[in-house]
């Protein structure tokens, strides 16, 4: 079983849809979760941390499940700016925090 | 200058070739990291420095050799190449002990010919 996975997709919906995303992760012992926004062949950058209590940022809400151990990333009134691939991330810590990539799920927004 | 910097941008080499990528942060972090992404993968973890030292080499082929003179600064110096080891290579940055994600740089898109 992978570390970290998500559907790789891609999602192809219009604008103004609203699309989410799911991440499930194997270790138990993960702590501190965080989705990730790469645009073609360019560097993956932050989007937001995810936090037990659910965390919203503009149109972007992230939510935790520790039992079922799965995050999801929900986006409202979708763009086509934010057609990228969305990089599932969790982080343990074992002297220093060593970060797991999942592949990653493209989106397409489309006009 | 800010952020992390990665040069160059692309590279094209040959199999006998030696060349080196270079990073480069301005964020005072004190962690610094080498990744590879290919195509339909996850980032792979390749070295881990923290304060300089090497705390982490994930069953990285010696054709791979990173060097890291300062906190600042992380080398990554290649010889002798398969075609396979084409991919974007990525450089990122990190406090340690903080647990905020990563900065990573703008990447080095690598093919061996």
């Known amino acids: 079983r992978k570390e970290v996975e998500q559907d790789p997709g891609p999602f192809n919906v219009p604008e103004g849809a609203t699309v989410a995303f799911n991440c499930t992760y194997s270790n138990s012992a993960s702590q501190s979760f965080f989705w990730y926004r790469q645009d073609c062949r360019k560097e993956p950058k932050l989007l937001m941390s995810v936090y037990s209590s659910g965390n919203e940022d503009g149109r972007f809400t992230a939510q935790l499940n520790r039992a079922s151990q799965y995050i999801s990333l929900l986006i409202r009134d979708s763009k086509l700016s934010d057609s990228a691939t969305y990089l599932c991330v969790v982080s343990a810590f074992g002297g220093t925090y060593k970060y797991i990539f999942g592949t990653g799920t493209r989106l397409k927004v489309l006009a | 200058e800010t952020g992390v910097t990665q040069t160059p941008r692309h590279l094209v080499m040959g199999m006998t070739n030696k060349k080196s990528l270079k990073c480069e942060q301005h964020l005072g972090h004190n962690a610094m990291y080498w990744y590879k992404q290919s195509a339909k993968k996850p980032l792979e973890l390749m070295f881990v420095?923290?304060?300089?030292?090497?705390?982490e080499n994930n069953s990285v082929p010696s054709r791979f050799s990173p060097e890291c003179p300062n906190s600042s600064h992380l080398f990554l110096h290649l010889h002798t190449l398969q075609p396979e080891d084409s991919a974007l290579y990525l450089c990122?940055?990190?406090?340690?002990?903080?647990?905020?994600?990563?900065?990573f740089g703008s990447g080095t898109r690598l093919t061996v010919v």
């Open positions: 990122a940055s990190s406090q340690i002990k903080a647990n905020y994600g990563y900065t």
């Open positions: 420095y923290n304060f300089k030292e090497q705390t």
